[in-house]
C-alpha cells in the first residue's frame, strides 16, 4: 500500500464523496416524493396532470397512498437487495484489483436508473414497471454501500495512521455535508422546475462522480496478478465471498476477533437506530402535541446534517490532535451524546425541546469515523476493503432492521410515544459499554506488547495491528542466519 499519494489525490477522493453524497441525496428528495405520482399514473393514465399534483384531488388520494406503500417497499427490497449481495464480493474483489471501479459503479448505474425513472414520467401505461426496472438497476450497481466502502478503503491505502481517524471523519463530513446540500436543492428544485429535469441535474452528478474517479484518482492497490486479463470477470468469484467473511470469523491473537466483532455490533446497531429513528422523528413532530407541519421536518434534517458535517470538521480534529484521545474515547463521547438526544427527544413535548435535541445529537456524527478507524488497525492491510465492505453489507441490513422501530412506535403510540427512543437510549448505553470492552481490551494487547519488547531482536517486522495509542506495534520475528540463507 502507498501512503502518500498528494494533497491532490486526497482531495479528490473527498470532493468524489461530496458530490456523491448531493446526488444520491438529490435523488431522494425528487424521487421520494414522485412514487405516489408514478403509482397514480398507472393507475389513471388519462389524468396525468391531475396526478402531478395528487395533493389536490382528495377524491382518489388515499388509494393511490395505500398502493403507493407497497411500491415503496418493493423499491427499498429492489435496491438495497443486490446491493447487500454485491457488498460481499466486491470488499475482497478490491483488495486485489483496486478501489476505482467500485468507486465508479454506483455512479454509473444511477445515470442509467434515473433514465428508467424518467420514463416512469413519460408513458403512464408502463410508469410501475419502469420505476420497478430502474430500482432494480440502481441496486445491481451497489448504491451507497459500494462507493462507503471503496472510498474508505481508498483513504485506508493512502493515509498513515496516525492521520486515519481525522482523514475517516472528514470523508464522513462530506457525506452529512452532500446530504444537506442534495436535501435543500431537491426542494428548490421540486419547486421550480420539472420532475425529468430534476432527473437530469442527477444523471449529471452522476456522470460528474464517474469521470472525476477515471480521471483525477490514481488507483492504491497495486495489482500484482498477471494472469488475469480482465480483473472484472472475476468480481462474483466465490472466494471473494468467504474472504470478506473470514475477516469476522478466523481467529486473531491476544481476542482481537472478540474486538472487531463487537465493533461491527456497534455500528450496525447505531445505523438501525439513526434509519430507523427518522422515520419515527417524523411521525412524533406531526403527531399533537407538537404538530408539526411537513416542511419544518425537512428543516430538522437539513440542519441535523449540517451540524453533523461540521462537527466532523472541527470537533473531530481537535478531540483527535489537539487533546490527543483515542478512537474509542471519541466514540464512546458520540454514543453519550445521542443516547442523551434519543432521552430528550422522548419526553419532548415543544419545539424547542427537539431542537435542542438534534443540536446535542450532533456530536454523534463523530461515532462512525473513530470506530472505522478502529476497525481498520485491527486488521491486516489486505484485508481493508473485505471489511469495509462487510460494514457496507451491515449498514444495508440496518436499512431492513430499522422498520422496527416504526413498527414499535405503531405499537405503542397509545402507550407511550417516546418508548422508540427510550429503547434506542438503551442501545447507545450497550453500544458505549461493548466500545468501553474494546478499548479495555485493546490496552491489555498493549501491556503485553510491551512485555515482549523487553527481549528485543534483531529483525522486525511491522503489522497492521493496534495499539491503544492507534500506532503500529512491531513483533519481533528471528531472521535467518547469514549462512542459512547463503546455502
Avoid at 484489483?97 to 428508467?116: C, D, E, I
Avoid at 402535541?289 to 473531530?316: C, E, H, K, Q, R
Wanted: charged fraction near 15%; glycine fraction near 6%.
Amino acid at each position: 500500500m502507498t501512503y502518500s499519494l498528494g494533497c491532490f489525490y486526497d482531495c479528490s477522493v473527498d470532493l468524489i464523496f461530496l458530490v456523491y453524497s448531493i446526488g444520491d441525496s438529490l435523488l431522494d428528495a425528487i424521487l421520494r416524493p414522485n412514487v405516489p405520482q408514478i403509482v397514480c399514473f398507472s393507475m389513471y393514465p388519462d389524468q396525468m396532470s391531475n396526478c402531478r399534483h395528487i395533493e389536490k384531488h382528495t377524491e382518489f388520494q388515499d388509494e393511490v397512498q395505500r398502493e403507493a406503500t407497497v411500491y415503496i417497499i418493493l423499491h427499498k427490497i429492489l435496491t438495497n437487495a443486490p446491493a447487500l449481495v454485491l457488498g460481499m464480493f466486491c470488499g475482497a474483489w478490491s483488495d486485489k484489483y483496486g478501489r476505482k471501479l467500485p468507486m465508479a459503479m454506483p455512479s454509473f448505474g444511477t445515470t442509467f436508473a434515473v433514465l428508467f425513472y424518467m420514463s416512469a414520467n413519460m408513458f403512464p401505461e408502463g410508469s410501475v414497471t419502469f420505476f420497478l426496472v430502474g430500482s432494480f438497476l440502481h441496486g445491481c450497481f451497489g448504491k451507497t454501500a459500494m462507493i462507503n466502502m471503496a472510498v474508505n478503503s481508498y483513504v485506508v491505502d493512502i493515509t498513515a495512521v496516525d492521520k486515519r481517524t481525522k482523514k475517516l471523519g472528514i470523508l464522513a463530513a462530506m457525506q452529512f455535508l452532500g446530504m444537506f446540500v442534495g436535501s435543500l436543492a431537491g426542494g428548490f428544485l421540486i419547486d421550480s422546475t420539472s420532475v425529468l429535469n430534476s432527473y437530469v441535474c442527477v444523471s449529471a452528478m452522476s456522470a460528474l462522480v464517474v469521470i472525476l474517479t477515471l480521471v483525477t484518482l490514481r488507483e492504491s492497490v497495486q495489482i500484482n496478478d498477471d494472469d488475469v486479463r480482465f480483473p472484472c470477470a472475476t468480481f462474483c468469484k466465490s472466494k471473494h465471498l468467504t474472504d470478506s467473511l473470514m475477516v469476522l470469523a478466523k481467529k486473531r491473537p491476544n481476542k482481537m476477533r472478540r474486538c472487531i466483532f463487537g465493533l461491527f455490533v456497534v455500528l450496525l446497531l447505531h445505523q438501525t437506530c439513526r434509519t430507523g429513528l427518522t422515520d419515527v422523528t417524523l411521525l412524533y413532530t406531526e403527531k399533537s402535541p407538537l404538530s408539526w407541519p411537513t416542511s419544518w421536518f425537512g428543516y430538522l434534517s437539513a440542519v441535523d446534517n449540517a451540524a453533523m458535517g461540521i462537527v466532523l470538521l472541527v470537533l473531530l480534529p481537535i478531540l483527535s490532535n489537539i487533546f490527543k484521545l483515542c478512537d474509542a474515547t471519541i466514540s464512546i463521547l458520540g454514543l453519550a451524546c445521542a443516547c442523551v438526544r434519543f432521552a430528550v427527544m422522548a419526553w419532548s413535548d415543544e419545539s424547542w425541546m427537539v431542537w435542542l435535541a438534534v443540536i446535542i445529537g450532533s456530536v454523534g456524527g463523530i461515532i462512525n469515523s473513530p470506530v472505522r478507524s478502529l476497525l481498520s488497525k485491527m486488521v491486516h492491510e489486505d484485508e481493508v476493503g473485505k471489511m469495509f465492505s462487510l460494514l457496507g453489507s451491515g449498514e444495508t441490513i440496518a436499512k431492513f432492521l430499522a422498520v422496527l422501530f416504526t413498527s414499535l412506535y405503531g405499537y405503542t403510540l397509545d402507550i407511550f410515544p417516546g418508548f422508540s427512543f427510550i429503547l434506542a437510549a438503551g442501545l447507545y448505553t450497550v453500544m458505549i459499554i461493548i466500545t468501553l470492552l474494546v478499548h479495555v481490551g485493546s490496552r491489555n494487547t498493549e501491556y503485553q506488547e510491551m512485555k515482549e519488547e523487553q527481549c528485543p531482536e534483531e529483525g522486525k517486522i511491522e503489522m497492521n495491528h493496534i495499539n491503544a495509542n492507534g500506532k503500529l506495534p512491531t513483533y519481533s520475528t528471528e531472521l535467518p542466519d547469514d549462512k542459512t540463507s547463503s546455502n
